[in-house]
């Protein structure tokens, strides 16, 4: 099973598209809200170089934004 990281913020919309996403193909992930957390913030722009949201982290394999495609190769969903 992979390690899935979502970074967001309560006023992002991709934010909520990418958590819909997840629900509907049943994703477990820890939602870290950078908004709130300024280590969560810290550790996204370590990771992605970057302040957007959302950033998805899949076992090391980072996202910014909402790709569909990318989520949906990296979690094998048809």
């Known amino acids: ?44 722009v370590e990771k992605s170089g970057q302040m957007g949201v959302p950033v998805i982290d899949i076992d090391g394999n980072i996202i910014v934004g909402f790709d569909k495609k990318k989520l949906s190769e990296l979690l094998k969903i048809k």
């Open 1 to 44: 099973m992979s390690k899935i990281t979502i970074y967001t913020t309560p006023t992002c919309v991709y934010c909520k598209m990418t958590k819909q996403f997840f629900a509907e193909h049943n994703v477990q992930y820890e939602e870290k809200d950078v908004a709130e957390n300024e280590s969560a913030a810290h550790e996204m």
